[in-house]
């Protein structure tokens, strides 16, 4: 396999470097920077974002003033299952997305900081992308797994709505645990998923390399048009070939296929799944970023498995705070967030564990609720990352603040000195009441 990829990587430099500036896939093409180049905090960052809004009441603790600890605090019902976890937590509420138009969604808008909605493409990249560029390098830089309902995972295995790696440059994420399993650890299974995983294999230098002879005779235009799609099919084909060889590490850290995954009863079996592919992917160092998109980041979402009956945009329009559906929904939120870091703890890393050196950054696209104008964006954070946050508490911020200062302060502590993330002094002047990162969020 690896003379054949040698043969296309040569055929593909023979049609010109000037046509290959951009990828469908950017966001392999580009690696994370090398360890050497990396200043610290978190090693690794998984986004959770939950559809339909995060109601302030559902996070805010009733015994705690606007900015305080939460050693005794009494958390909302929804959060509760945190209450170990309280010394790891950060509950911030009163960052505003204004800006982002988050009415049924902000889209890309929820991780860019800039204006999402339906339809609208992506103007910038995400926070998630920014942040696979420069935390320690591994094989896949970014991960989003979406979870819906079942029909909807289904028929559209591959959505693209929250995050991208520049404009007009979307990231899809996988929504199907069997096609996420195969990419992942195809290479070293048996059976079905072996052979399937060597059929796409052959099919798809197959295809690269019919797309590479073709483009000989195009005009230079065409060629630089022509060639987002050539280097797209090499990037997949280099990530296959990357996973293979690291298929000992793999091994260690690839989950068992159960029947959940061919036959699955609820779309929570799948939602269970594609979390455990995720989990063993930042495990197993395949990747330093996991976005995660419970109802894929629009106003979709069924949560059957938890006996809810209630799905979609019907959810967006019942009230969260006190309604038993949505503490279910947010239970579920709750019990992800915990196996993520009781699966991080287990593994050592350094002088402690890899949940010593993760954040996990829990919100909506939503802001707080659906139809929202977004002048409240609650937001959870999990994890100091070594002392780089400050944890154990809830801050209350005024409200003139958007996510954009949020997102530049977790940057912040990977060693990026930026007074704005996606937001022009232009823009910054009618959105942003302040410059830097929030100094009630970082230490």
Known sequence: MMNRRQSIKNMVSGIGAAAFGSSVLPHLSKAASALSGYAGGPKRVVFFMQNNGFDPKSC???????????????????????????????IINGLHGKHTSPAHSAFFGALGGYRGSNGVPPSAPTID??????LPETLLPHLCIGMDALENMTTKPTVANLS???????IPMYSNPNHLYQLLYGSISSGEVRSQYEADSS??????????????????????????????????????????????????????????????????????????LGISALKS?????????SG??????????LGVTVEGHKLGHMPQAGNPIWDHIRQYNMSMLIKIMEELESVPEGS???????????????????????????????????????????????GTRPINALYASILKTTGVNTERFNMS????????????????IIA
């Not at 600890?69 to 937590?89: G, H, N, T, V, W």
């Open 60 to 90: 805010i603790p009733t015994n705690v003033a606007n900015n305080g600890s939460l050693a005794s605090a009494i958390l909302p019902k929804q959060i509760e299952a945190l209450d170990p976890y309280k010394e790891k937590l950060h």
């Open 425 to 440: 002094e232009a823009m910054a002047a009618h959105y942003d009441s302040g410059t830097g990162p929030l100094k009630e």
């Open 203 to 276: 099919t798809l230098e197959l295809v690269e390399s019919l797309a590479v002879s073709k483009a000989r005779g195009l005009s230079a235009s065409e060629k630089e048009r022509y060639s987002k799609f050539t280097r797209g099919l090499g990037d997949i084909n280099n990530l296959r070939g990357k996973l293979e060889n690291a298929s000992d590490q793999l091994a260690q850290f690839a989950p068992k296929i159960d029947d959940r995954y061919k036959n699955p009863e609820f779309e929570t079996d799948w939602h269970d799944t594609l979390l455990d």
């Open 296 to 305: 894929r980041g629009d106003i979709f979402g069924s949560w059957k498995g």
């Open 164 to 170: 991208a790696s520049g404009a007009g440059q979307t």
């Open 285 to 293: 160092g395949t990747t330093n970023v996991l976005t995660v998109g």
């Open 352 to 398: 402690g564990t890899m949940m010593d050196n993760t954040l996990i950054v829990y919100t909506s696209n939503n802001a707080d609720k659906q139809h929202t104008n977004g002048a409240t964006w609650p937001v959870m954070l999990l994890g100091n990352c070594g002392g780089a946050f400050k944890t154990g508490r809830f801050t209350q911020l005024d």
């Open 129 to 134: 992308y920014e942040l696979s560029k420069i």
